[in-house]
């Protein structure tokens, strides 16, 4: 099978959580800084994320219903795949398989970050009509899976229709344990604030969805480990299942 190379690039509490309060600190914001000029650093071809932080960073802007309707009446789907384009200099790569996120256009700008192509994963349950909605923005999807989203099927779609051959999957927990449980993650690189909340219900960087996924201990191999200039600890650790 044919992927792209996937590394799960974090930033965390002490506790393992990846928001929260304790994201508010100048430690957490000093370390921010640190984890943005590690992502350039690794020069990806994409970044990808789940549903809900996408949602966070579009300012959880939602397809009006209109839209949706006039979009299918006017534009019928064609199964399968559709891209908007497979040269883009980088993608923003975003699970939505419900299809919940109301994008614009299929260009992401976000906190001066380079402009990225858009690239939804769905699968066949995704409504046909947020479908054509994408169509209408010029936003690429992939298909892959019933209801369930197929990692291993999106990841090798990820290579062959756009090429991607180095991806960062930067949470949320849920999209992070999805891929890594499915052996689509090949290492983690994970930077960690020397800070801590307490707070409850905070998202973790590993977190399996109730019923879709397994409980099954994975392990990892370390291969660094050092004191960043802003205080935090980096671990870089290779996964043991990636296929």
Same mark, same amino acid.
């Given at each position: 099978?044919?992927?792209?190379?996937?590394?799960?690039?974090?930033?965390?509490?002490?506790?393992?959580?990846?928001?929260?309060?304790?994201?508010?600190?100048?430690?957490?914001?000093?370390?921010?800084?640190?984890?943005?000029?590690?992502?350039?650093?690794?020069?990806?071809?994409?970044?990808?994320?789940?549903?809900?932080?996408?949602?966070?960073?579009?300012?959880?802007?939602?397809?009006?219903?209109?839209?949706?309707?006039? /979009?299918?009446?006017?534009?019928?789907?064609?199964?399968?795949?559709?891209?908007?384009?497979?040269? /883009?200099?980088?993608?923003?790569?975003?699970?939505?398989?419900? +299809?919940?996120? +109301?994008?614009?256009? +299929?260009?992401?700008?976000?906190?001066?970050?380079?402009?990225?192509?858009?690239?939804?994963?769905?699968?066949?349950?995704?409504?046909?009509?947020?479908?054509?909605? %994408?169509?209408?923005? +010029?936003?690429?999807?992939?298909? /892959?899976?019933?209801?369930?989203?197929?990692?291993?099927?999106?990841?090798?779609?990820?290579?062959? %229709?756009?090429?991607?051959?180095?991806?960062? %999957?930067?949470?949320?927990?849920?999209?992070?344990?999805?891929? %890594?449980?499915?052996?689509?993650?090949?290492?983690?690189?994970?930077?960690?604030?020397?800070?801590?909340?307490?707070?409850?219900?905070?998202?973790?960087?590993?977190?399996?969805?109730?019923?879709?996924?397994?409980?099954?201990?994975?392990e990892f191999s370390l291969k660094e480990v050092r004191q960043?200039?802003?205080?935090?600890?980096?671990?870089?650790?290779?996964?043991?299942?990636?296929?």
């Amino acid at each position: 099978m044919k992927r792209p190379y996937v590394i799960c690039h974090i930033l965390s509490s002490l506790d393992g959580k990846i928001n929260g309060p304790f994201m508010g600190t100048e430690t957490a914001g000093r370390l921010a800084g640190e984890y943005g000029a590690m992502r350039s650093e690794m020069d990806a071809d994409a970044w990808m994320y789940g549903t809900t932080t996408t949602q966070e960073f579009t300012d959880f802007r939602k397809p009006e219903r209109a839209e949706l309707e006039s /979009a299918e009446e006017n534009s019928p789907v064609p199964d399968g795949d559709f891209v908007a384009d497979d040269h /883009a200099d980088l993608y923003y790569v975003s699970v939505d398989t419900e +299809g919940v996120i +109301g994008w614009e256009s +299929g260009e992401f700008w976000n906190r001066g970050r380079a402009p990225a192509h858009v690239i939804e994963l769905l699968t066949e349950g995704t409504p046909s009509s947020y479908k054509a909605y %994408l169509r209408k923005r +010029g936003v690429s999807y992939i298909v /892959a899976g019933k209801e369930m989203l197929d990692c291993r099927e999106a990841m090798e779609k990820l290579y062959r %229709l756009f090429h991607i051959e180095k991806l960062l %999957l930067c949470g949320g927990g849920g999209a992070d344990w999805s891929f %890594l449980d499915a052996g689509m993650v090949d290492e983690l690189s994970l930077v960690i604030a020397p800070v801590t909340d307490g707070s409850q219900g905070s998202a973790s960087v590993f977190a399996g969805i109730p019923g879709l996924n397994g409980v099954s201990p994975l392990e990892f191999s370390l291969k660094e480990v050092r004191q960043t200039e802003g205080g935090g600890v980096y671990l870089r650790c290779l996964a043991k299942n990636a296929k």
